[in-house]
């Protein structure tokens, strides 16, 4: 607070420090004459017009950045996340302090999972280890039959715990195979690929029947489906190989329930904590929420970005053409005579209009000529650190200059309506 006082109060008294010398340096026959008239030096118009032009450049910067970070936030909102995003609803369980384990705790969720799927208004009922996109995830070096290591060759593949009907109720395709189902639980262990990790390993050879061991692990596994590719830890990660597992063939299963609903998952949760809580009285419900919201708390970043750019970016125009007001006013008042002699002499008011237009396109393009290179090299340095942001694309500048020319413009108006409107012979009695 501090901080921000003093500099307000520095930038104050700088801004004020220099017309008040400016005044006393002037003299009185000087101060005396009309409005109209001279005073103003070659200099003093061209050292308005660089600020005018600077202001200029600096929000075409801030417009295209505003309008590059706001394009990214809505491309990361509408990206295709392998699953359907809408209608989920997720509940988070915490089985430790609840003393059940093993297959007490396994089928305590088989029966939570019959009760949930039977409410009023639920498609689609599963759990797993951790949902898509809550930055909870793990890896191992994995080993496949039949497939010869290069060196170098990076062995870790995501590896994701799931129950049966997880793919059905995300909505990611099953592509080939089938899915996991209750009748795995103590027989051979099983496990379903995504398509990034079955074009690595096969090809174009068939998957299903393949055996698969990880590090540390004696048991192998047997591929039985593939499914189509998703988003895993963040959204912002590249497609990475991934391994699903059958949550039912492991000790003790995690719970992180996912509920597809045909109405809005808000009004379902309400529901949900009594019938959790009536079939497993010990756990605790830690958190429940929906899909949309926890893919929204991962984009905080871009979404604070794109508000504080959008904000600077309006606010950075807004004084550009105050700024190019307030200067075209001035200019018009001081021409006036000029103005008078000009429409004495026959000039129409488009003429009029043309010569105050000239003067503020001149300012715009001086500023376009500076802003739009700073702004080409500002894209590419705000690539270069934010990922997934498009560098190549010229859009965000079009649209920042076509955005300060059209505030120009708008900004020029009154001014130039001014002018048109001058009555020679008033404007006469001046000189």
Not at 193 to 206: G, H, K, V, W
Request: aromatic content about 8%; glycine content about 8%.
């Amino acid at each position: 607070m501090f901080f921000t006082t003093a500099v307000t109060a520095l930038t104050a008294l700088l801004f004020g420090l220099f017309p008040a010398l400016r005044s006393l340096r002037s003299a009185a026959t000087q101060s005396l004459r009309p409005a109209s008239g001279g005073g103003e030096t070659r200099s003093r118009r061209f050292f308005g017009n660089c600020l005018v032009a600077a202001q200029v450049a600096l929000s075409v910067v801030l417009l295209s950045a505003a309008v590059q970070f706001v394009r990214h936030l809505s491309n990361l909102e509408h990206l295709d996340l392998g699953f359907q995003r809408d209608q989920l609803l997720l509940i988070s369980l915490d089985p430790q302090h609840s003393g059940l384990q093993g297959e007490q705790l396994s089928q305590g969720y088989r029966e939570l999972l019959g009760r949930l799927q039977a409410i009023p208004g639920v498609r689609s009922v599963s759990f797993c280890g951790a949902t898509p996109l809550s930055g909870a995830g793990a890896n191992r070096g994995v080993t496949v039959a039949g497939h010869e290591l290069k060196p170098g060759e990076i062995r870790n593949v995501s590896e994701i715990w799931i129950a049966p009907k997880y793919f059905e109720t995300l909505g990611t395709p099953l592509l080939a195979g089938r899915d996991f189902a209750f009748r795995d639980q103590g027989r051979p262990r099983v496990a379903i690929i995504n398509q990034t990790m079955a074009r690595y390993y096969f090809a174009d050879r068939s998957p299903i029947g393949t055996s698969v061991s990880f590090d540390g692990d004696d048991q192998p596994y047997e591929i039985v489906g593939v499914v189509a590719d998703s988003k895993l830890y963040d959204i912002r990660e590249p497609t990475q190989r991934a391994i699903y597992f059958n949550i039912f063939q492991q000790p003790s299963p995690r719970s992180q329930f996912i509920v597809r609903t045909n109405i809005s998952p808000a009004a379902l949760s309400a529901q949900v904590v009594p019938i959790v809580h009536s079939f497993l009285k010990a756990v605790t419900v830690t958190r429940v929420t929906t899909m949309v919201d926890q893919i929204d708390e991962t984009i905080v970043p871009e979404r604070l970005i794109a508000l504080l750019s959008g904000w600077f970016g309006a606010l950075g125009a807004l004084l550009a053409a105050v700024g190019l007001y307030g200067l075209l006013s001035y200019a018009v008042a001081r021409r006036i005579n000029e103005i008078g002699i000009r429409v004495a002499l026959g000039a129409t008011r488009g003429h009029v209009t043309r010569m105050v237009l000239r003067d503020a396109l001149g300012m715009v393009c001086a500023g376009l000529a500076v802003g739009v290179p700073i702004a080409f090299w500002g894209k590419r340095v705000a690539a270069s650190v934010i990922a997934r942001l498009p560098a190549e694309s010229v859009t965000p500048i079009v649209l920042g200059s076509l955005g300060m020319i059209a505030l120009a413009l708008l900004a020029t108006f009154v001014p130039a309506r001014r002018a048109t409107r001058v009555d020679p012979m008033v404007a006469l009695r001046y000189e």
